[in-house]
């Protein structure tokens, strides 16, 4: 009797062990989209309150104080398939990006714009390459449009994999 008490326990434990990692992805992923969406509603309110023209530069600005880890924001103009700023990739703004598609023939950038015409906020999934990588990863970004401007501003990050 007591070696079967002793086996229930150890498996009551073990099943609370998963339980509690997996709790432990999910919260993590969660948090990585709750920085995400911080870190956008931080930008936008720099744009009512500053101007977009400085909000703009430092979200342009690597080294800037838009950049939190592997978390970066970027914007862009509502009416256009293009980009207004973006720390790591200059060489993308102002160009027409409306043939840039993910892996999966995703036209992502026109759902940024799309998002913030029609929603006003919300997230975009699409398959883009980790840096460094060349195969594409889940990426979900959190766009928002900055109120009385014609643009938005965007975060995104690559979920953990969830683990079977």
Known sequence: MRNKSVTIITVAVLTAAVIISASGLVMAKDDQAAKAKALVEQGVRMAVADGEA???IAIGDPKGPFIDGELYLFAGPLDMIALS??????????RDLSKFKDSQMFSFI????????????GWVEYMWPKPGANEPSLKRTYIMKVPGKNLYIGCGFYPAPVKE
Do not use: S
């Open 54 to 56: 400085k909000t703009l």
């Open 85 to 94: 700023a973006h720390p790591y990739r200059p060489a993308l703004v102002g």
């Open 110 to 121: 026109a759902d940024f714009g799309k998002i913030a015409r029609e929603d006003g906020a």
